[in-house]
């Protein structure tokens, strides 16, 4: 029988790799950017430059923590899950305009949903929306993952979690 700090180990491992399906996700709508010098830390975005212009949730659902930051030139990812593994999402910050959706109201800023099925009966879920220049997308791979956990979180969980970023209010500057 597999020891805690091994069952934690494989659990990190798991939701780095369902991290990485969700990147993909949000990228594959940047796909002129460079990623050449990507840089990511477990825990504080402090390290990040111009943090303190960019808009951090207040609100996530229940046990979920951020547990990565990675950043580029112009380009942000925060990486939320919970212990299990099993609630899972991306935060992405960038430059790139938004895409063509479902409208949705997030406080004073209408955003747009996107989603697309998979083939293992989940679906890929985004809210975008912009403020202060910058595009922010909520991003997770819905229920049936491949191979992993089935991700709990729910389109309404996104929501709130978008709403939380939409309604603080931060000076613009420049990447």
Same mark, same amino acid.
């Given at each position: 029988?597999?020891? *805690?700090? +091994?069952?934690?180990?494989?659990?990190?491992?798991?939701?780095? $790799?369902?991290?990485?399906?969700?990147?993909?996700? $949000?990228?594959?709508?940047?796909?002129?950017?460079?990623? %050449?010098?990507?840089?990511?830390?477990? !825990?504080?975005? +402090? #390290?990040?430059?111009?943090?303190?212009?960019? %808009?951090?949730?207040?609100?996530?659902?229940? !046990?979920?923590?951020?547990?990565?930051?990675?950043? %580029?030139?112009?380009?942000?990812?925060?990486?939320?899950?919970?212990?299990? !593994?099993?609630?899972? =999402?991306?935060?992405?910050?960038?430059? =790139? *305009?938004?895409?063509?959706?479902?409208?949705? +109201?997030?406080?004073?800023?209408?955003?747009?949903?996107?989603?697309? /099925?998979?083939?293992?009966? !989940?679906?890929?879920?985004?809210? +975008? =929306?912009?403020?202060?220049?910058?595009?922010?997308?909520?991003?997770?791979?819905?229920?049936?993952?491949?191979?992993? /956990?089935?991700?709990?979180?729910?389109?309404?969980?996104?929501?709130?979690?978008?709403?939380?970023?939409?309604?603080?209010?931060?000076?613009?500057?420049? #990447?």
């Amino acid at each position: 029988m597999a020891k *805690p700090p +091994q069952l934690a180990a494989v659990a990190l491992a798991l939701v780095l $790799v369902l991290s990485a399906a969700v990147h993909g996700i $949000v990228r594959g709508v940047q796909s002129n950017a460079d990623y %050449s010098h990507t840089v990511c830390h477990r !825990g504080s975005t +402090q #390290w990040i430059p111009g943090i303190g212009t960019i %808009s951090l949730p207040s609100r996530v659902p229940d !046990g979920v923590d951020r547990v990565m930051a990675c950043y %580029s030139t112009g380009l942000l990812d925060l990486i939320y899950t919970n212990e299990r !593994g099993d609630k899972v =999402f991306i935060i992405n910050v960038s430059n =790139f *305009p938004s895409d063509d959706g479902t409208p949705v +109201q997030l406080g004073g800023l209408v955003g747009q949903v996107v989603e697309h /099925p998979n083939s293992k009966g !989940g679906s890929s879920y985004l809210i +975008q =929306f912009e403020k202060a220049g910058r595009t922010y997308s909520v991003a997770a791979t819905l229920d049936k993952n491949y191979g992993l /956990p089935d991700n709990t979180v729910t389109p309404d969980e996104l929501k709130a979690v978008a709403l939380s970023i939409a309604e603080q209010e931060r000076p613009a500057a420049a #990447w």
